[in-house]
């Protein structure tokens, strides 16, 4: 057996303190309900974009948008929040 594997295993592993994400693009907010104007975490998880209340969520820029939306979440990609901005719309981090 070598020995690597006789050894005991020890140090740090940070996968317990991690930070996790719901990622949503721009492009599935512009498929959005005509009525949907404010999007936060409770009306994605309502629409079934991600499954988790409560989760932080995170908007990349992949897609377009062409309505003005009211868009909060945890962080932005610099990408989605120019496209959101340039439609009308605001991103909010929150």
């Not at 317990?16 to 005509?34: I, K, S």
């Amino acid at each position: 057996m070598p020995l690597y594997r006789k050894l005991p295993r020890r140090g740090f592993n940070n996968y317990e303190f991690r930070t996790g994400y719901a990622v949503v693009n721009v492009g599935d907010l512009a498929r959005l309900e005509a009525a949907v104007t404010d999007v936060n975490v409770a009306a994605l998880v309502h629409c079934g974009l991600i499954r988790k209340d409560g989760a932080l969520l995170k908007v990349l820029g992949d897609g377009e948008v062409t309505r003005a939306l009211k868009v909060t979440a945890a962080k932005f990609s610099g990408a989605a929040k120019a496209k959101i901005e340039a439609a009308g719309g605001q991103a909010i981090i929150g």
